[in-house]
T-cell receptor, first 112, second 114 residues
Framework: SQQGEEDPQALSIQEGENATMNCSYK?????LQWYRQNSGRGLVHLIL?????REKHSGRLRVTLDTSKKSSSLLITASRAADTASYFC????????????FGQGTRLTINP | DTAVSQTPKYLVTQMGNDKSIKCEQN?????MYWYKQDSKKFLKIMFS???????INETVPNRFSPKSPDKAHLNLHINSLELGDSAVYFC?????????????FGNGTRLTVT
């Protein structure tokens, strides 16, 4: 079953604006990861946040994690046309072998 | 110098046929995976191998058989293909002894069963 659920499913904004995507999950996790998928390509890892971290930055990306609410958000600041892609959160459950469980993704479109 | 490479990129075949997808990684990782992405973009793990040993085997029909000849390769063989097998199949790798590390994905194999 899918663990992560992204919200919204689709987001369209103007270039230069900020984009925020949310992810909710159900079980206890070791870490939560965000990936980007360009059309027709594989997923590319963006950022990993561990369960004991609350916020992490990488360039124009900011990720937050609230384990009490079992939710995470990905903020992309000053968006560019090249940011157009699908964004997925993936949870690494706390037990067992590493098995990332992905959500359905948010389709982000940046309009020039 | 592609890190995770899959072949073929596209595979169109008829129901009942048997087909294979190959995957190779040159990252020196010890763990490899097969994921399936359906038409609604859901991405679900199928198998995982660590140093050629199967460590994750999700509820996948036994028509799907992974094979790992060495830790740099993980192939997927599918027998008696069905319409519902149509999807994009992704290979991925990671380094397990670095803890829960990110996955590196190939560009996918789009399988269409007619």
């Amino acid at each position: 079953s899918q663990q992560g659920e992204e919200d919204p499913q689709a987001l369209s904004i103007q270039e230069g604006e900020n984009a925020t995507m949310n992810c909710s999950y159900k079980t206890s996790i070791n870490n939560l990861q965000w990936y980007r998928q360009n059309s027709g390509r594989g997923l590319v890892h963006l950022i990993l946040i561990r369960s004991n971290e609350r916020e992490k930055h990488s360039g124009r990306l900011r990720v937050t994690l609230d384990t009490s609410k079992k939710s995470s958000s990905l903020l992309i600041t000053a968006s560019r046309a090249a940011d157009t892609a699908s964004y997925f959160c993936a949870t690494d459950e706390i037990q067992g072998a590493q098995k990332l469980v992905f959500g359905q993704g948010t389709r982000l479109t940046i309009n020039p | 110098d592609t890190a995770v490479s899959q072949t073929p990129k596209y595979l169109v075949t008829q129901m009942g046929n048997d087909k294979s997808i190959k995957c190779e990684q040159n990252l020196g990782h010890d763990t490899m995976y097969w994921y399936k992405q359906d038409s609604k973009k859901f991405l679900k793990i199928m198998f995982s191998y660590n140093n050629k040993e199967l460590i994750i085997n999700e509820t996948v029909p036994n028509r799907f058989s992974p094979k790992s000849p060495d830790k740099a390769h993980l192939n997927l063989h599918i027998n008696s293909l069905e319409l519902g097998d149509s999807a994009v199949y992704f290979c991925a790798s990671s380094q397990r002894d670095r803890g829960r590390s990110p996955l590196h994905f190939g560009n996918g194999t789009r399988l269409t069963v007619t």
